[in-house]
C-alpha cells in the first residue's frame, strides 16, 4: 500500500468565527463584584471576521439592543477587541457583528456577555489562541466602557462557565452541586449599572463588612463541601442589597416568593433589576419562578424567567 506524504505545511487560521456568551447572575448576594454564575437560556452572539486591517470595524448589531454605539471605542465589545489588539501586538484586526440576546440594564451581564463572545471568537482566529484566563484583561477593559469601573464577577463565569470567584487577576472555578439550580426573574424594567453604582455612595459599618465576609465564606464552604445548610446559612446580602432594593419595585415581595419555596437564599441579580433564587432542585426552581413573576406582576411590571443548573455553561464557539 502506498502511503500518502504527510502535509507538513503550517496550519492557516479560518476568516470568520462565531461565539456565544450566556447570561449571569453577578455578585451573588455576597459576593460584590467578584463572584459570579452563567445561566443558560438568554445570551449574545459575536460574528467576528479577521480582516487585515489593524482596527475593528462594528458592522452591524441586531437583536433586543440595537442603538449601542458603532464606534468600537464607545462599544463595549468593540473595546474588548481594541484591547486584544493592543495587547498581543496583533498585525490584523477585526470586523464585528453583533447579535443581543440580552437587555441591558437588566441585570443579567449583557454588556459584559458582547466582550466575552467577541474575545472568544476572535481567540479562534489567532494563529495560536490563548487559554481562557488570557482572554480575561481584554474583556475587562471592554466592560469598564459600560459600567466605569473594573471588575469580573460576570465576566469570570461566562469565560470559564459555572460558579467563579473573580478578582482583578485571577479566576477560580467554585465546584457546585450539579442538581442546584437557579431562577433568575428579569422584569421589563431598565435600571442603568452606573445608577444602581451610585447608590452604593456612603457610609458603611465595619459590622457590615465583617457580616458579609462571613456570609460570603459561608458560601463558598457550602458549594466545595455541597453542604447546602452551609449555603442557606450564608446566602444573606446585608452590605449592597438594603441599599439597591428600593430601585427595584416589588423587591421584597419578589425574594419572599423565592424564600417561600425553599430557596437557599435570594437577593438582586448583578446591578438588577433582575432578582434571582438558589434551591436544591430544579422542581423547586420552577416552582418558585412562577411565584416570583406573579410578584412582580403585583408591583405593576411584566417579567421573562430563567431556570437553569448554577454550574453552567461557559462561552463557546458555535
Not at 486591517?53 to 448589531?61: D, N, S
Not at 484583561?137 to 470559564?160: C, I, K, Q, Y
Not at 462557565?161 to 433568575?184: F, M, Q, S, Y
Not at 437577593?267 to 438558589?278: E, K, L
Request: hydrophobic share 50%; glycine share 10%.
Amino acid at each position: 500500500m502506498r502511503m500518502l506524504k504527510e502535509d507538513t505545511s503550517p496550519l492557516t487560521p479560518t476568516d470568520v468565527a462565531t461565539a456565544e456568551a450566556f447570561a449571569s447572575v453577578g455578585n451573588v448576594g455576597i459576593g460584590f463584584d467578584i463572584l459570579g454564575h452563567t445561566v443558560e437560556g438568554a445570551g449574545d452572539r459575536a460574528e467576528v471576521r479577521r480582516i487585515p486591517e489593524r482596527e475593528v470595524r462594528i458592522a452591524a448589531i441586531h437583536g433586543v439592543v440595537t442603538d449601542l454605539p458603532l464606534k468600537a471605542e464607545d462599544n463595549t465589545a468593540g473595546a474588548a477587541l481594541l484591547s486584544m489588539i493592543r495587547g498581543l501586538d496583533l498585525p490584523f484586526g477585526f470586523e464585528l457583528i453583533l447579535h443581543k440576546g440580552i437587555a441591558l440594564g437588566s441585570g443579567m451581564g449583557g454588556s459584559a456577555a458582547s466582550c466575552v463572545a467577541a474575545v472568544v471568537a476572535a481567540n479562534a482566529l489567532l494563529d495560536e489562541p490563548l487559554p481562557r484566563e488570557a482572554l480575561y484583561p481584554f474583556a475587562m477593559d471592554g466592560e469598564v466602557v459600560a459600567s466605569g469601573s473594573r471588575h469580573g464577577d460576570n465576566l469570570g463565569p461566562m469565560l470559564l462557565g459555572g460558579l467563579v470567584l473573580a478578582t482583578d487577576k485571577r479566576l477560580v472555578r467554585v465546584p457546585v452541586p450539579a442538581e442546584w439550580h437557579c431562577a433568575l426573574v428579569h422584569p421589563h424594567v431598565v435600571l442603568e449599572t452606573r445608577k444602581a453604582r451610585a447608590a452604593l455612595a456612603g457610609h458603611y459599618a465595619l459590622g457590615e463588612f465583617v457580616a458579609q465576609s462571613a456570609n460570603l465564606a459561608m458560601v463558598l464552604a457550602g458549594c466545595y463541601r455541597g453542604e447546602a445548610a452551609l449555603v442557606r446559612e450564608g446566602l444573606s446580602d446585608v452590605l449592597v442589597e438594603p441599599r439597591r432594593a428600593p430601585l427595584i419595585p416589588g423587591f421584597y415581595s419578589v425574594k419572599q416568593a423565592a424564600l417561600d419555596h425553599g430557596a437557599f437564599g435570594a437577593s438582586i441579580s448583578g446591578a438588577g433589576p433582575s432578582v434571582f433564587g438558589w434551591f436544591e432542585d430544579r422542581a423547586a426552581a420552577v416552582a418558585a419562578a412562577h411565584d416570583m413573576q406573579a410578584a412582580f406582576r403585583h408591583a405593576g411590571h411584566r417579567s421573562d424567567a430563567l431556570v437553569a443548573p448554577i454550574d453552567g455553561p461557559a462561552a463557546r464557539v458555535v
